[in-house]
T-cell receptor, first 112, second 113 residues
Framework: QKEVEQNSGPLSVPEGAIASLNCTYS??????FFWYRQYSGKSPELIMS????GDKEDGRFTAQLNKASQYVSLLIRDSQPSDSATYLC????????????FGQGTTLQVKP | NAGVMQNPRHLVRRRGQEARLRCSPV?????VYWYRQLPEEGLKFMVY????????ESGMPKERFSAEFPKEGPSILRIQQVVRGDSAAYFC???????????FGDGTRLSIL
């Protein structure tokens, strides 16, 4: 079992729709969770961080965390073609040493 | 405010040479992390450093790779006797505190001829 798992996609949604990206993790002790966006050939860009169960909203983005189910998701409302990118889920590693463990990423395509 | 600065952006080396990658963290950040992204693969943790200390090097290959973050100056990732398999994008990130979000630099694309 991979430590952080994401569906690689591609996930294709029409412009204006809601895109839902999912991630599961294996370490029950993880306390910090992050979503990064990476355009092709570019560096990861922080989108959201979430530390406690529930929802956290920032503009068109909502992160959801369920520690009991070891599940974290990212919703993108009113998806735009510029949202087309790879979305990386990252979880802090065992012992909260600062090490981030990344999923393989989900490629999102927003079609005009 | 300047973000994480990495240089060079692109580095070409021949097999057997040394590669030195530099990273200056965001001002005020004392935690530095190095990650490697191989073609068509995910980001993999390499090493976590604070000033003058290596905190976690569990992701570093046992040979040829070393990292430092001196009291003055940038963090350096050093790869000795490079091989073709070292070709990758190397990203540096920094954070103000260990459990806060990490911000990434633009990366160094290393190509081995």
């Amino acid at each position: 079992q991979k430590e952080v798992e994401q569906n690689s996609g591609p996930l294709s949604v029409p412009e204006g729709a809601i895109a839902s990206l999912n991630c599961t993790y294996s370490d029950r002790g993880s306390q910090s969770f992050f979503w990064y966006r990476q355009y092709s050939g570019k560096s990861p860009e922080l989108i959201m961080s979430i530390y406690s169960n529930g929802d956290k909203e920032d503009g068109r983005f909502t992160a959801q965390l369920n520690k009991a189910s070891q599940y974290v998701s990212l919703l993108i409302r009113d998806s735009q073609p510029s949202d087309s990118a790879t979305y990386l889920c990252a979880v802090n590693g065992p012992g909260n040493t600062g090490k981030l463990i990344f999923g393989q990423g989900t490629t999102l395509q927003v079609k005009p | 405010n300047a973000g994480v600065m990495q240089n060079p952006r692109h580095l070409v080396r021949r097999r057997g040479q040394e590669a030195r990658l530099r990273c200056s963290p965001v001002k005020g950040h004392s935690h530095v992390y190095w990650y490697r992204q191989l073609p068509e693969e995910g980001l993999k943790f390499m090493v976590y450093l604070q000033k003058e200390n290596i905190i976690d090097e569990s992701g570093m290959p046992k040979e040829r790779f070393s990292a430092e973050f001196p009291k003055e100056g940038p963090s350096i990732l050093r790869i000795q006797q490079v091989v073709r398999g070292d070709s990758a994008a190397y990203f540096c990130a920094s954070s103000r505190l260990v459990d806060q979000p990490q911000h990434f630099g633009d990366g160094t694309r290393l190509s081995i001829l």
